[in-house]
């Protein structure tokens, strides 16, 4: 049940379990890392190797099929909802880290005033966008069921 007119972002997931209609897939851990000419003597693909396993997210959805533990299944999330998230979390508080860096600037003379009041800033913005993203629907943040393999 693919939404029409909708560009999504397809990864693939393996059912963890499922139980009435609601199904926990977990996505499989990507890395980069090793897949350019570089990766004999590249410092980031040894640091990589260092911290083991990547981090594999999982997700409950629901599922309009009857589906096997194990089974791999293909998940989507709207673009625009990605796109949106990451303008909140990484954008605006660096906007506003800068922004009160140089208007702090102008009125203080003392620059550890203008730390202080740059770190209260930002996590005054921090506090506001979880505050904001709690309330939106959590629907809007779910990936949806796409189909088998």
């Not at 998230?85 to 009125?107: D, E, K, T």
């Not at 770190?119 to 088998?148: H, N, W």
């Amino acid at each position: 049940m693919m939404q029409e007119n909708k560009i999504m972002m397809v990864e693939i997931a393996t059912v963890i379990s499922y139980r009435n209609g609601l199904a926990t897939v977990q996505c499989s851990a990507k890395s980069a890392c090793g897949g350019c000419a570089a990766k004999e003597s590249c410092g980031t693909k040894s640091l990589s190797a260092l911290a083991g396993e990547k981090f594999a997210p999982k997700f409950e959805l629901k599922v309009s099929e009857q589906l096997a533990v194990g089974e791999q299944i293909r998940i989507g999330l709207a673009e625009q909802t990605l796109l949106r998230s990451v303008f909140w979390i990484y954008v605006m508080p660096l906007l506003v880290l800068i922004l009160s860096a140089v208007g702090f600037s102008q009125l203080f003379a003392n620059e550890l005033l203008v730390v202080l009041a740059m770190c209260i800033c930002t996590g005054g913005t921090f506090i506001g966008i979880k505050k904001m993203m709690s309330q939106i629907r959590e629907s809007e943040f779910t990936p949806v069921f796409l189909g088998r393999i």
